[in-house]
């Protein structure tokens, strides 16, 4: 079975400038979260989304935002980029969500902003 | 609210010794609690789950974790280090508030394997 694959693996931009990344959940999975992992601030929550809808969102601007598709992968967009969103971007996929629910981990995107 | 606290921000074992990662929750009802590990530049994965049935819960690669209810704990455990642990720990609580799921990450411990 094929986990959680993220694209593209690296990327560099300039500030300014917008970025689109992506990620395919595991078969049979219907929710996909979004994380940003950047140096020294441990994993911040940013989106989740579950059958096509988003569901929760953390503590971000409007200028991060995304979309599920109805095959359940997802986009995550970042408009306007800024240096400070240098991070490594993880999407993780799960089934329906209980309290006891895994998650399941990408390898991630890292987001280089020059 | 739901949250998590990792007590140590760096552990250093010496190869072959035992290994504990401290973790405290808070928690207003019985809560889901996970490890997860990131190895350098990788993804999480998932070591182990607590879900309520037993305590003493086993994971991947010889890991286990202690649920401790009068001690609001889930410390990690590994009898014996190996240089393949070296890596960073997550210790997390899932959290179901106004239906709402979410995942709330602690800071991480990173465990030096020392030869």
């Known amino acids: 079975e094929a986990g959680v694959t993220q694209s593209p693996t690296h990327l560099i931009k300039t500030r300014g400038q917008q970025v689109t990344l992506r990620c395919s959940p595991i078969?049979?999975?219907?929710?996909v979260y979004w994380y940003q992992q950047a140096l020294g601030l441990g994993l911040q929550f940013l989106l989740w989304?579950?059958?096509?809808?988003?569901?929760n969102r953390g503590n971000f601007p409007p200028r991060f935002s995304g979309r599920q598709f109805p095959n359940y992968s997802s986009e995550l967009n970042v408009n306007a980029l800024e240096l400070e969103d240098s991070a490594l971007y993880l999407c993780?996929?799960?089934?329906?969500?209980?309290?006891?629910?895994?998650?399941?981990f990408g390898q991630g995107t890292r987001l280089t902003v020059v | 609210a739901q949250s998590v606290t990792q007590l140590d921000s760096h552990v250093s074992v010496s190869e072959g010794t035992p290994v504990l990662l401290r973790c405290n929750y808070s928690?207003?009802?019985?809560?889901?609690l996970f490890w997860y590990v990131q190895h350098p530049n990788k993804g999480l994965q998932l070591l182990l789950k607590?879900?309520?049935?037993?305590?003493l819960v086993k994971g991947i690669n010889g890991f286990e974790a202690e649920f401790k209810k009068s001690e609001t704990s889930f410390h990690l455990t590994k009898p014996s280090a190996h240089m393949s642990d070296a890596a960073e720990y997550f210790c997390?609580?899932?959290?179901?508030?106004?239906?709402?799921?979410?995942?709330?990450f602690g800071s991480g411990t990173r465990l030096l394997v020392r030869p």
């Open positions: 078969s049979g999975h219907t929710s």
């Open positions: 993780a996929s799960s089934r329906k969500p209980r309290m006891n629910t895994e998650a399941f």
């Open positions: 989304y579950d059958e096509g809808e988003e569901r």
């Open positions: 607590y879900t309520s049935a037993a305590t």
């Open positions: 997390v609580v899932s959290t179901a508030e106004d239906s709402s799921y979410k995942l709330i």
């Open positions: 928690s207003s009802y019985s809560p889901s």
